[in-house]
């Protein structure tokens, strides 16, 4: 999964300090790094969060809790999750 903190030092942020990819529109929310595709994602008073949607999985992460996305890896290995690897 790599990083997704260091995202925000890669990628530009918007006037509210979001990184955004793909169709996402941001209201009153503010430092937030969000990833999606063609699917709208409309965030709504939200702040430093990580949101990664997927075609087959969705991710919302406190950035606080950043380095514990390796946990939910490791979980998913164990339950032999491997298709979302």
């Given at each position: 999964m790599?990083s997704?903190l260091a995202?925000e030092?890669?990628k530009k942020?918007?006037?509210s300090?979001?990184v955004v990819?793909?169709?996402?529109?941001?209201i009153?929310?503010?430092?937030n790094?969000?990833?999606?595709?063609?699917k709208?994602?409309?965030?709504?008073g939200?702040e430093?969060?990580?949101i990664?949607?997927?075609?087959?999985?969705?991710l919302?992460?406190?950035k606080n809790?950043?380095?514990?996305i390796?946990?939910?890896?490791?979980?998913?290995?164990?339950?032999?999750?491997?298709?979302?690897?």
């Open positions: 790599g997704w995202v030092r890669i942020s918007n006037e300090g979001n990819t793909g169709n996402i529109i941001t009153h929310s503010k430092n790094i969000i990833q999606g595709g063609s709208l994602i409309a965030a709504v939200l430093d969060l990580i990664v949607d997927t075609e087959d999985a969705t919302i992460c406190d809790s950043a380095p514990d390796r946990m939910v890896l490791e979980n998913l290995k164990i339950c032999n999750r491997e298709e979302y690897l």
